[in-house]
């Protein structure tokens, strides 16, 4: 019977620190496509982020939000795909707070404490997040608006790290249309294959 090893008995290798000469072979033998886009997507992915939190930061309000991450990470790596496209992007953000917001209200979980308070998470904010992941799994075909990473938006509300009072719902969705607007700019200057 096989059994999983400890963590005392598995030994990393030691890594060697990386050179210029083992930087430029990474590159060696991609075309000028391939070392574009190496560049390209981190530069764009940090662009993002750092517009979205220096907004926030600048109105103190959450323009970027843990949900915003995989939406840049897609934006930055897949432009023109139909996952990233500026109306897929904004309108499953905006479906996924509703959805979040609703299963709270239904499932009256508003009052559990939030899991940044706790190690576990309470049963009214599980059930939660379950049904507001379900009503967004059949809303956003409905919609045509299909973007996975709303999905985090709706845990991250659910979960009660935003409470949807007062500006939270703008804030979070400004920052989303501020980024799917900045990704759609930054798709148009990027240089072709």
């Known amino acids: 019977m096989s059994t999983y090893p400890t963590p005392a008995a598995v030994r990393q290798p030691a890594i060697a620190p990386l050179n210029l000469g083992k930087l430029t072979a990474l590159f060696r033998g991609r075309t000028l ?16 982020i750092v517009l979205a939190g220096a907004i926030g930061y600048w109105l103190k309000q959450p323009w970027l939000f843990a949900g915003l991450g995989p939406t840049v990470l897609m934006l930055a790596s897949h432009p023109g795909h139909e996952t ?62 299909y973007h996975p990473p709303a999905a985090a938006t709706a845990l991250l509300v ?17 920052g989303v249309v501020a980024v799917a607007v900045a990704a759609e700019v930054l798709n148009r200057v990027r240089p072709r294959r």
């Open 33 to 48: 496509a391939a070392f574009v886009d190496a560049i390209w997507v981190p530069a764009v992915a940090a662009t993002l």
């Open 84 to 145: 990233t496209r500026f109306r897929a992007v904004v309108v499953a953000h905006l479906a996924a707070i509703g959805c979040a917001y609703l299963a709270i209200l239904l499932l009256n979980a508003q009052g559990a404490a939030a899991v940044v308070t706790r190690v576990t998470v309470p049963l009214p904010r599980v059930w939660a997040s379950a049904a507001a992941l379900a009503m967004l799994a059949i809303l956003m075909p409905q919609l045509r608006a």
């Open 158 to 174: 659910t979960l009660g790290a935003y409470r949807m009072t007062g500006k939270t719902p703008l804030a979070l969705m400004a």
